[in-house]
């Protein structure tokens, strides 16, 4: 098996950048604690229990996952130390991750305005996880360093710099997306200029964009590298390292097939096409593409009424 890519830390930013990431709440201390220890070739499950311990939503989440994954057993795991040893650590990292995103991007006490985007964002992260992973299970050949699970984790949290510009400067985000230029409105306007999506409107009013701030807010928070570089090169993936660039791809097209679905979230892309070369660099075709995109309209459908 090829070994995990060098660590890539960031990012030259301005200082307003650095500014706004001060702004934000903190990530919550047990997952800070949970990425530490499993960084950490001293830690144990006994003391990733400890930690874990003080979070009853990421204490619930890891049994179900835990429970899920061995349904065949008589009875029901409740031991989160066995649980842990059951999972394994990169499985309740990447647990600690997905409940903490959750909570980033679905506050309680905002409403408004704040609430609306909040939600939206949340859909096409939910969505565009969804498509990472089923993109990653399409794969002829698992990919070398990460699994489905983890490409999920790259998929929810990839748009997490706008989350940041949504608690930081709420008012010139906005002022940013009424700017956007709708895609249909290209697709009609024959000739038209390159349409201004929202990383372009970004670079004016902040000074850079969402991928960039994304990145530098996950190598605070500590995050593993391959979210660093998924969420940092999600539009421009020739842009990362030669090791990065598949993993990145992938995760540009999963942006662009769950900005597809009705109701997805396209304001920062310039188009919603995938091409032939794309494809290629991930391995897979069309066929591939298809078969997600249909398994991903199938799982958003609503259950019919009984």
Not at 57 to 83: F, K, M, P, W, Y
Not at 186 to 209: C, N, Q, T, Y
Request: hydrophobic fraction near 45%; aromatic fraction near 6%; include cysteine.
């Amino acid at each position: 098996m090829n070994a995990k890519p060098q660590l890539r830390r960031s990012s030259d930013l301005p200082i307003e950048a650095e500014r706004l990431l001060d702004a934000l709440p903190t990530l919550p201390k047990v997952a800070l604690e949970v990425i530490r220890l499993v960084d950490s070739p001293f830690a144990s499950a006994a003391d990733l229990r400890r930690a874990v311990g003080e979070d009853a939503i990421l204490t619930a989440r890891i049994l179900q996952a835990v429970n899920a994954s061995t349904h065949g057993l008589s009875r029901r795991i409740a031991d989160i130390e066995r649980a842990i040893l059951i999972l394994g650590l990169n499985t309740v990292r990447n647990l600690a991750i997905i409940t903490s995103a959750e909570r980033f991007f679905q506050p309680r006490r905002e409403a408004g305005r704040f609430r609306s985007l909040a939600n939206e964002l949340w859909r096409h992260a939910t969505t565009t996880a969804s498509a990472a992973k089923l993109l990653a299970m399409e794969l002829p050949e698992p990919h070398p360093y990460l699994t489905s699970e983890e490409f999920y984790v790259i998929g929810l949290i990839h748009d997490v710099g706008i989350m940041a510009e949504l608690y930081s400067d709420r008012d010139r985000l906005i002022e940013a997306l009424e700017r956007v230029q709708p895609l249909d409105d290209i697709a009609r306007s024959e000739g038209s200029a390159p349409r201004k999506d929202l990383r372009a409107l970004e670079l004016e009013v902040f000074g850079f964009d969402h991928a960039a701030l994304g990145r530098r807010l996950c190598d605070r928070w500590q995050f593993p590298t391959f979210l660093l570089d998924g969420v940092g090169f999600h539009h421009s993936p020739m842009d990362a390292a030669e090791d990065a660039q598949p993993a990145a791809m992938l995760v540009s097209i999963a942006d662009r097939v769950a900005a597809s679905v009705p109701g997805g979230f396209a304001d920062d892309l310039p188009s919603l096409e995938v091409d032939d070369e794309e494809l290629e660099l991930i391995g897979l075709d069309e066929e591939a593409l298809d078969r997600v995109r249909y398994q991903l309209q199938a799982d958003l459908a609503p259950a019919p009424r009984r």
